[in-house]
Every structure is written in structure tokens, then in C-alpha cells.
């Protein structure tokens, strides 16, 4: 049998707890997105009431697989647009604006090219997620697996800088 691709199964294990996530939020209070980031960032789904579309995209999202390197900054920031009504996804002032990012490594672009992690792309993260918290978005990391767990600085810094919370999940399977 071929080797199971690690990468393969955090992203399961991702796609699996925000499943789980999903089934503790009424959809009739509460619109749920979905992004990715990889080179860059794509909105999947635009925020919504439809929970069963959450899961249709997110289904094509472990279908597609993982891919490419870590942008957290531009997913951060797409994130920003989307819960501020600024891009696809309808504004709504009065909403409690969070989001949920899951991440298998640290930021590795721009600067790092994908290949390599650099300071500045982890100070761009946090940045990012600075001027999030100040929009009144809370940023929740999940870290899953070794190497995210071997340089944490621009997750606990994500959470910290934005009011969200940081957890480290050293086995993905234990997200579920």
C-alpha cells in the first residue's frame, strides 16, 4: 500500500473538526465561511445560514488535498474582507465576527517563498491578526501536528494580538 501523506491526514483531521464545530452553531443565527490558504487565500464559501453547503465545500476542500506553502497573512486578511462585508459575503454590524484557523504549519510566505519560514512573514501574521482584533475579530488557532507545534510564535501571537485563544494539538486525530 503507498504511504499515507501526513499533510493528507491533518487536513482530514481539519476538515473533520470544523464538521464538528459546524454541528454546535444554529444555523439560524450564525453564517459560517470557509477559506483556504496555501499560496494564496480563496473564499470557498461566502458566509451563510446553508450549514449543508459548508459541508459540500468542505468535502471538495479534502478532495483537493493539501497543497503549497503557508499563507496565513492573506487568510487572515480575506477573512477580515469577508466578516467586515467587504467582499463576497453580506455585511452584518450587529454580528459577533470570529474566526476559526487551522493550520499543519507556520506562515512561509511571501517572504519565505512557501520553503522556509522567515520573521518577517511571521510579524506580517501577526500584524494581520492585530488589525483583526482591532475590527473586533477574534482569531482562534488550532495548531495541529509537529511542525506547527515546533515554532508556535505566530499562532500564540495570532490568537494573543486578535483576543482569540491558541491550541496546540500535538496529535490530529485528538482535534476530532
Given at each position: 500500500p503507498?504511504?499515507?501523506?501526513?499533510r493528507?491526514s491533518?487536513l482530514a483531521a481539519?476538515?473533520?473538526?470544523a464538521?464538528?464545530?459546524?454541528?454546535?452553531?444554529?444555523p439560524?443565527t450564525?453564517?459560517?465561511?470557509v477559506?483556504?490558504f496555501?499560496?494564496g487565500?480563496k473564499l470557498m464559501?461566502?458566509l451563510?445560514?446553508?450549514f449543508?453547503?459548508?459541508?459540500?465545500?468542505?468535502?471538495?476542500?479534502?478532495?483537493a488535498g493539501?497543497?503549497?506553502?503557508?499563507?496565513?497573512?492573506e487568510?487572515?486578511r480575506?477573512g477580515?474582507t469577508?466578516?467586515?462585508g467587504?467582499?463576497s459575503s453580506?455585511k452584518?454590524?450587529?454580528?459577533?465576527?470570529?474566526?476559526?484557523?487551522?493550520?499543519?504549519?507556520?506562515p512561509?510566505?511571501?517572504?519565505?517563498?512557501?520553503k522556509r519560514m522567515?520573521p518577517e512573514?511571521?510579524?506580517l501574521?501577526?500584524?494581520?491578526a492585530?488589525?483583526?482584533?482591532?475590527?473586533?475579530i477574534k482569531v482562534?488557532?488550532?495548531?495541529?501536528?509537529e511542525?506547527?507545534?515546533s515554532?508556535p510564535?505566530?499562532?500564540?501571537?495570532?490568537?494573543s494580538?486578535?483576543?482569540?485563544t491558541y491550541?496546540?494539538?500535538m496529535?490530529?486525530?485528538?482535534v476530532?
Amino acid at each position: 500500500p503507498p504511504l499515507r501523506n501526513p499533510r493528507n491526514s491533518i487536513l482530514a483531521a481539519e476538515i473533520a473538526a470544523a464538521r464538528r464545530l459546524i454541528l454546535q452553531l444554529n444555523p439560524e443565527t450564525t453564517r459560517v465561511g470557509v477559506l483556504t490558504f496555501s499560496e494564496g487565500a480563496k473564499l470557498m464559501q461566502p458566509l451563510t445560514h446553508d450549514f449543508e453547503q459548508v459541508g459540500r465545500v468542505l468535502s471538495d476542500v479534502l478532495r483537493a488535498g493539501p497543497y503549497g506553502g503557508t499563507n496565513m497573512v492573506e487568510g487572515i486578511r480575506l477573512g477580515i474582507t469577508e466578516l467586515l462585508g467587504l467582499g463576497s459575503s453580506e455585511k452584518r454590524t450587529d454580528a459577533i465576527k470570529v474566526q476559526f484557523l487551522l493550520t499543519d504549519g507556520f506562515p512561509s510566505l511571501p517572504i519565505g517563498g512557501g520553503k522556509r519560514m522567515t520573521p518577517e512573514d511571521v510579524n506580517l501574521t501577526i500584524n494581520a491578526a492585530r488589525l483583526a482584533g482591532k475590527a473586533g475579530i477574534k482569531v482562534h488557532v488550532f495548531a495541529l501536528g509537529e511542525e506547527a507545534l515546533s515554532y508556535p510564535r505566530a499562532a500564540v501571537g495570532i490568537a494573543s494580538e486578535s483576543g482569540g485563544t491558541y491550541t496546540p494539538v500535538m496529535r490530529p486525530v485528538d482535534v476530532l
